[in-house]
């Protein structure tokens, strides 16, 4: 009986310690794009605090263009960012995330106006970028350096939707790859699509369009932003202008939807324009925002079973404009990004039931519309 309690004691040190390791507090970088017409004059880069939901200012690289839309290769080291103008590009940073640094590689037409997003391979092969004014998806391969290559492929739904004023035309809005990255999925806001391309990576032509190439939501709802569940069973999209959450069954690049959810409080009947979608990491919660005068985010359940939602809360966001937010790598926080009002918010998120409470960690930056994390290292 000595020895062993001689040996727990020897041990139980090495435990402790073990214990701190795996709880100790991590620290990542918070990459934001904004619009640069306002006080925003580029990117800037945060570091931020997962022990206290802190951001501290880094960098800033000033003279780069309505950087509205960011996507970090797998590696981190790069960083491309749209420029949301009516000629439309694409630009390309080496990144250093020790020191939270973005360096200018070079930049490439989108082939159409006002691109509004971007992601990337995780072979960092190819962007897929939307372009909203030009109304169509575009293709920019990815060179070994990092550096962004001429456009090789676009295409364009000639179609529109039943919003005269807002879907006269196609209005590409998101490019999203399956999480198998087989297929890759774009959003139009004008045609009231979610469009499915075969990703077969071919020099010319890497996107075809799939079988079925397209699946509808109710006319006038204006779909926007994607997010697939983690066990890659389901997809769940965020309509702009029906400000709504439709839920899909996903199967190998077939959605097949199964629920239709509604972001606003009974009687609500200011404007609206829903804009971002997330799910929690661990697959229990979905969060969206709206602007126009709700200018809140709504809290979900995702049932285990099938996928769907059931309400959970919805609460002031906390500014005007909260166009895109971003759950911390640990879970644990939500930073929202809001244009109108420039600040960022951080909320404190409750692992058992997803709520929200705002903190008072509160950052004043010029017209952010984009939150990427990044390991710290």
């Not at 959450?245 to 009687?267: C, E, M, R, S, W």
Request: net charge positive; glycine share 10%.
């Amino acid at each position: 009986m000595k020895k062993l309690l001689l040996a727990v004691a020897i041990l139980s040190p090495v435990l402790v310690f073990a214990q701190k390791k795996n709880t100790a507090p991590k620290t990542f970088d918070v990459i934001v794009g904004a619009y640069t017409k306002g006080k925003s004059k580029g990117l800037a880069v945060y570091r931020f605090y997962a022990e206290t939901g802190k951001l501290a200012y880094l960098s800033q690289l000033d003279d780069v263009s309505n950087p509205s839309y960011l996507t970090l290769s797998a590696d981190n080291k790069f960083v491309y960012a749209v420029n949301e103008n009516d000629q439309g590009e694409v630009s390309a940073f080496n990144f250093t995330p020790k020191t939270g640094q973005l360096k200018f590689i070079n930049k490439t037409s989108t082939l159409g106006g006002s691109p509004c997003y971007v992601s990337v391979d995780k072979k960092q092969k190819n962007l897929f970028i939307a372009n909203y004014s030009g109304g169509n998806i575009a293709v920019v391969p990815v060179n070994e350096d990092g550096s962004v290559a001429p456009a090789v492929q676009t295409i364009k739904d000639p179609g529109h939707g039943p919003n005269k004023e807002r879907q006269e035309q196609a209005h590409v809005h998101t490019a999203v790859l399956s999480p198998d990255e087989k297929y890759v999925l774009y959003t139009d806001l004008g045609t009231d699509k979610i469009n499915i391309t075969k990703y077969k990576g071919g020099k010319t032509q890497p996107i075809v369009p799939a079988n079925p190439a397209f699946v509808s939501v109710t006319g006038g709802y204006g779909p926007r932003h994607l997010a697939f569940s983690g066990d890659k069973k389901y997809l769940y999209l965020v309509t702009e202008m029906g400000s709504s959450v439709v839920v899909f069954d996903y199967n190998n690049g077939k959605p097949k939807q199964k629920q239709d959810i509604t972001l606003l409080a009974d009687g609500f009947k200011g404007a609206t324009g829903a804009a971002d979608i997330h799910i929690s990491a661990d697959g229990k919660f979905l969060y969206a925002t709206n602007r126009g005068d709700a200018n809140d985010i709504s809290v979900f359940s995702v049932n285990p079973v099938d996928g769907t939602l059931t309400f959970v809360q919805r609460l002031p966001s906390g500014g005007k404009g909260p166009r895109n937010f971003a759950i911390d790598p640990t879970g644990n926080w939500l930073l929202v990004a809001h244009q109108n009002s420039d600040s960022i918010i951080v909320f404190r998120i409750d692992p058992a039931t997803g709520k929200l409470t705002q903190t008072f960690n509160r950052y004043e930056v010029g017209n952010p519309v984009c939150i990427k994390f990044a390991p710290a290292q």
